[in-house]
């Protein structure tokens, strides 16, 4: 986790970081997570291979707080784009956006309050089961996610070294 210990935080926001924690061991083919507020910011994150047991052989992350910041930076652009372009067609609410590329996939999913569940996973992973564990970390996360959960997760991101 990306997240410092969990010492001092709510039980809710604990029980995110399990929630996250358990979509990136459980889940074959996750390289990392993001969930980023409706006005973007990152509020939990893991690094690849942070906790999967992934070989140490993995490029070093990039960016200024890993692949976890890039991901949560991707995440917030493609909700953004995805929202306008609903609006555009007059299609309702965004549920579900996957961008499949040569070497990976990235998977965003909305959750109730506006933020954004963001996955990068490998290419060969099973997209189906990726999106199954991730409507199970919304439906689980949604009502948690409360205005005092989110303010606590964004200063604990912010007091990451």
Same mark, same amino acid.
Request: proline share 3%; net charge negative; no cysteine.
């Given at each position: 986790m990306t997240a410092p210990s969990t010492y001092g935080l709510s039980t809710q926001a604990r029980n995110l970081q399990w %929630?996250?924690?358990d979509l990136v061991e459980e889940v074959p083919g996750v390289n990392s997570v993001a969930v980023v507020s409706s006005d973007g910011l990152l509020?939990? &994150?893991?690094?690849?291979? $942070?906790?999967?047991?992934e070989p140490e052989t993995k490029p070093k $992350?990039?960016?200024p707080r890993g692949a976890s910041a890039d991901l949560a930076t991707i995440v917030s652009g493609l909700g953004s784009l995805t929202?306008?372009?609903? !609006?555009? @067609?007059? &299609?309702? !609410?965004?549920?579900?956006?996957m961008?499949?590329?040569?070497?990976?996939?990235?998977?965003? @999913?909305?959750?109730?309050d506006g933020s954004l569940l963001g996955v990068h996973a490998t290419p060969d992973c099973d997209m189906s089961v990726v999106a199954y564990h991730m !409507?199970?970390?919304v439906g689980r996360a949604g009502h948690v996610l409360t205005p005092e959960v989110r303010s606590e %997760?964004?200063? &604990? @991101?912010?007091?990451?070294?």
């Open positions: %929630l996250l924690t509020l939990l &994150s893991s690094d690849p291979g $942070a906790g999967a047991g $992350a990039k960016g929202t306008g372009a609903a !609006a555009l @067609m007059d &299609s309702g !609410a965004v549920k579900q956006t961008v499949a590329m040569e070497h990976g996939s990235v998977f965003v @999913m909305a959750i109730s !409507a199970l970390f %997760l964004r200063q &604990s @991101m912010e007091n990451t070294p």
